[in-house]
């Protein structure tokens, strides 16, 4: 049976040397400062900002909330987005994607500073993310993932460890991320031709295709940590992973759970780099 | 015994196409060019340099050298670039790396533009061969491992794909260029644990990782395609690859040599990305 590995744990713990941080910056008259922008108002971006709202008033980071109508032209978007560039109570600028067709993501993603660009939405960060620049910043869910085997003391030196899923939010930048820390990466999609047999040879399994409850019993090591990166809801309206859970957790090592995993780290790496952003900002 | 990819007959091939792509602009009256920029004169830097300017001569391509003094300063570096960068008779730049170090390649690659950066010099591109995004510029020698896979047609759809070396100059952005072409990639590197359990799985294979003949016939599966993109001399001083050439040839099905393999494809693909550059710029 594996050991769970705990995101709440992992954020608590996390937390607790941020809030230090925070406490530190304070007494040199600097609070950190967040805006999130969101353009209308989808309701499974709005349930991620108010998460984010409350663990950042928890940490003591300032969270600001710029709510802009549905019908915004492109033009006014990128105004406020150089509006918030300029705001110097503003450290990190966090942009809820998607965006309306109506605003190109692939113009308006060069506009954000490359400073305040907390979850990676800039081109110069991707660059970073690629190239193992730290002076950068990686996007928010695979640094909650990092976050997660560093508590739990996961060395990835010469690990196997494949990923499955190859996307720009998850598969792609972690992937580059576990090169970084010195893992042998393998990168796993829908076109793979014997999925199990790769997923099989891992010694850390990272679920992140967005398809619930995939990864099974028998597509998986004895004894390998898996990571579930999945948020999806199963048959019955249950909220899963990506990772056949009841299932996996008989053969597994280590096991994040869904809910209770990667998803509720992800708000604390958030605050974790809003933090770093003031940091960069502010001292000279 | 293997059959020989042959990088003279790709350059060949891909040559003539870029030809005829040559002439259909200069019978809009336009020439596509190419400044080569240099600082100092380092040798390596200048046979390849050499090479470069005759393919583009052959090719129809105006190819115009900027060497500058070892000296130079910083800013008036990014000046020259700049005058590059507004210069139209100009469609393509490339900077001869590594720049001396009084210049910082950190700063100044973001200087170049990324519509006239044809070797993925400015993160930019670097982030657009991340995503997938082709609109960019791939670099060089990544891009000539993928035209001799595609002029032997050899897909990579579904295949497993093993690279050895990670550099930012070929393992990394291969690796995302092989993912597009829906490869199941592994990267591979000196912290790899057991290499040639990882090489013997390749159904294609890369070496890539700056070492003489460090591939050795037991590390490769019978009938693999494997592709050689170093560049070392052996303990004779003669040219060779990361592959043991004459005896990972009796197992693989296909091979590329060195030399005659991947670098003399290189500058063909330097010529087709400034062509590239030159439509997007001379197109409305």
């Known amino acids: 049976m594996a050991d769970i590995l705990s995101g709440k744990e992992v954020a608590q713990a996390l937390g607790e040397r941020l809030k230090e941080e925070v406490e530190q910056l304070k007494s040199r008259g600097i609070t950190p400062g967040l805006a999130i922008v969101i353009v209308g108002d989808r309701s499974d971006s709005m349930s991620y900002i108010k998460g984010a709202q409350k663990r950042c008033g928890e940490l003591g980071i300032d969270c600001r909330l710029v709510q802009l109508p549905e019908n915004i032209s492109e033009k006014e978007f990128i105004s406020q987005i150089h509006q918030l560039n300029e705001d110097k109570s503003v450290h990190g600028i966090l942009v809820m994607r998607p965006l309306p067709t109506s605003i190109s993501e692939d113009r308006v993603k060069y506009e954000i500073s490359p ?12 660059a ?5 620049d730290e002076k ?4 928010c869910t695979p640094s909650a993932v990092i976050e997660i085997l560093d508590h739990y003391g996961i060395d990835l030196t010469g690990k196997r460890a494949v990923i499955v899923g190859r996307s720009m939010v998850v598969g792609r930048p972690l992937a580059m991320m576990m090169l970084r820390r010195n893992a042998t990466v393998t990168i796993c999609h829908t076109k793979t031709v014997d999925l199990a047999k790769e997923t099989s040879r891992a010694e850390i ?9 995939m990864i099974k019993k028998d597509m998986v090591a004895s004894g390998a940590v898996v990571i579930d990166v999945g948020i999806n809801f199963d048959e019955n309206g249950k909220l899963c992973g990506d ?6 957790k008989e053969v597994a090592g280590k096991i994040t759970p869904v809910p209770g995993g990667v998803g509720v780290v992800t708000s604390t790496v958030l605050a974790k780099h809003v933090i770093k952003a003031c940091k960069m900002q502010t001292e000279s």
Do not use: E, R, Y
């Open 243 to 248: 990772v056949d859970f009841d299932a996996v």
């Open 115 to 126: 400073l305040k660009d907390v979850d990676c939405f800039n081109p110069v960060n991707i």
């Open 205 to 213: 399994l990272v679920a992140a295709a967005g398809k619930a409850k």
């Open 128 to 132: 970073k993310v690629m190239s193992g």
């Open 136 to 139: 950068g910043f990686d996007p």
